[in-house]
């Protein structure tokens, strides 16, 4: 029997996976409580930015652990395909076996950055804040600066510079945006984070995503998985 354990169960810590060293009912649920919350607080699991998900996927005929978008509105129910596009890497050392989410043990899903891109790509020129800073610079290249850049850093670090637009008389040039191959979903300071007003935008695009995918069942199955801070 499984626990479903939510944030109010402990006190504002997320679950963090902790599921998968199937804890059961029986082992009794202070304790369960309590070796989740130590587990949160280790230093591994601080600053990942964004809710995730680990979901156990086969690979070349390898069972692989998958670090997963979409900690959103919805989420996958047992039986769901995954997109494969929302899948931002797999864990070269699996959860159970003590890996750690980390930049180091994360192999980045090509399928996921060209997702992100094409979305930073479609939806600035809409947005009214990537509008107003245009306005501003006149004539001139628009960067897309991920959320984790710190706003007190007098230099832009280049890992987390998204992409850029052409701007020429304080407007967007369609068609203009280029990537930066620098680019990291994922360092030290955690996940990615997109500018705030695409992050909106973003949780109902992959929402959209994951609707559609299992609009027929039985495409695929994964198993359930669960959700972490």
């Not at 769901?80 to 159970?96: H, V, Y």
């Not at 068609?175 to 973003?202: A, C, M, Q, W």
């Amino acid at each position: 029997m499984w626990l479903d354990i939510t944030a109010e169960d402990l006190n504002g810590y997320s679950p963090l996976l902790s599921d998968k060293k199937a804890l059961r009912a029986e082992d009794g649920f202070e304790k369960l409580i309590r070796d989740i919350c130590i587990a949160v607080r280790d230093v591994k699991f601080r600053n990942l930015n964004r809710e995730i998900a680990i979901a156990p996927i086969n690979w070349k005929k390898e069972s692989r652990d998958a670090v997963c978008l979409f900690g959103f509105g919805r989420t996958l129910a047992e039986g769901d395909k995954l997109p494969t596009e929302l899948i931002i890497g797999q864990m070269a050392r699996p959860f159970e076996d003590g890996g750690a989410i980390v930049p180091e043990n994360l192999m980045v899903n090509t399928s996921f950055v060209n997702f992100l891109h094409s979305f930073v790509a479609r939806e600035s020129p809409t947005d009214e804040q990537a509008i107003t800073k245009a306005k501003v610079i006149g004539t001139g290249r628009l960067l897309v600066i991920d959320g984790r850049q710190s706003s007190s850093r007098e230099s832009v670090n280049p890992e987390q510079v998204i992409g850029s637009f052409q701007v020429d008389r304080s407007k967007m040039v369609q068609g203009s945006y280029r990537i930066n191959p620098d680019y990291s979903v994922f360092t030290e300071d955690g996940f990615f984070r997109l500018p705030k007003t695409l992050e909106g935008k973003l949780s109902g695009e992959v929402n959209r995503i994951i609707a559609g995918a299992n609009a027929f069942r039985g495409l695929a199955r994964v198993p359930n998985s669960r959700s972490a801070p």
